[in-house]
T-cell receptor
Framework: AQSVTQLGSHVSVSEGALVLLRCNYS??????LFWYVQYPNQGLQLLLK??????LVKGINGFEAEFKKSETSFHLTKPSAHMSDAAEYFC???????????????FGQGTILTVHP | DSGVTQTPKHLITATGQRVTLRCSPR?????VYWYQQSLDQGLQFLIQ???????AKGNILERFSAQQFPDLHSELNLSSLELGDSALYFC????????????FGPGTRLLVL
């Protein structure tokens, strides 16, 4: 079974500071990995995804994430935080294999990012 | 806007009742997924349909059922509702059952009193 752990349910940064949201996964084979963002009272929006191509993935709004197999990690970063980045961020994994589990997303518990002036 | 629509946006009902949540996938998408987001359980996969057929099942209670119609819209039926069923229910869609990217709708917020 796959699982995702997001370290830190709340992260607070100053505007202009580096954003680092941590995600570790557990999977018997390299999975597909995703970061989604959820703004208050809205659905989930895809930020970026890793699907076995380049290990450094660039997404929308200046975010990027690096897949590190040796560390089973997929941390999300942004060099300079903006007030509009305040939201909840979810790391998710789906199996990279055929069968009935294909496409099913397993989510982490989420990290609420607060950006203060 | 992801292109996935869900109705209603909000639903308030009483314990023991039955409700139906509706989802229209993005144009051209054949696969529909249902997720439940609650404070204690987080985001959990419930069920997936592809072109009218059930494709995968997750932590879906027996009191819950879903279907996908020929026009590809999907409905999630929740019956014998309990207080603990209060949650946000999301629908997502993708072009194919093997497509890894899912596009989420805005959700239906269910409150069971």
């Amino acid at each position: 079974a796959q699982s995702v752990t997001q370290l830190g349910s709340h992260v607070s940064v100053s505007e202009g500071a580096l954003v680092l949201l941590r995600c570790n996964y557990s999977s018997s084979v390299p999975p597909y990995l995703f970061w989604y963002v959820q703004y208050p009272n809205q659905g989930l929006q895809l930020l970026l995804k890793y699907t076995s191509a380049a290990t450094l993935v660039k997404g929308i709004n200046g975010f990027e994430a690096e897949f590190k197999k040796s560390e089973t990690s997929f941390h999300l970063t942004k060099p300079s935080a903006h007030m509009s980045d305040a939201a909840e961020y979810f790391c998710a994994v789906s199996p990279n294999a055929g069968g009935t589990s294909y496409g099913k997303l397993t989510f982490g518990q989420g990290t609420i990012l607060t950006v203060h002036p | 806007d992801s292109g996935v629509t869900q109705t209603p946006k909000h639903l308030i009902t009483a314990t023991g009742q039955r409700v139906t949540l509706r989802c229209s996938p993005r144009s051209g998408d054949l696969s529909v997924y249902w997720y439940q987001q609650s404070l204690d359980q987080g985001l959990q996969f419930l069920i997936q349909y592809y072109n009218g057929e059930e494709r995968a099942k997750g932590n879906i209670l027996e009191r819950f059922s879903a279907q996908q119609f020929p026009d590809l819209h999907s409905e999630l039926n929740l019956s014998s509702l309990e207080l603990g069923d209060s949650a946000l229910y999301f629908c997502a869609s993708s072009p194919d059952w093997r497509e890894e990217t899912q596009y989420f709708g805005p959700g239906t917020r269910l409150l069971v009193l």
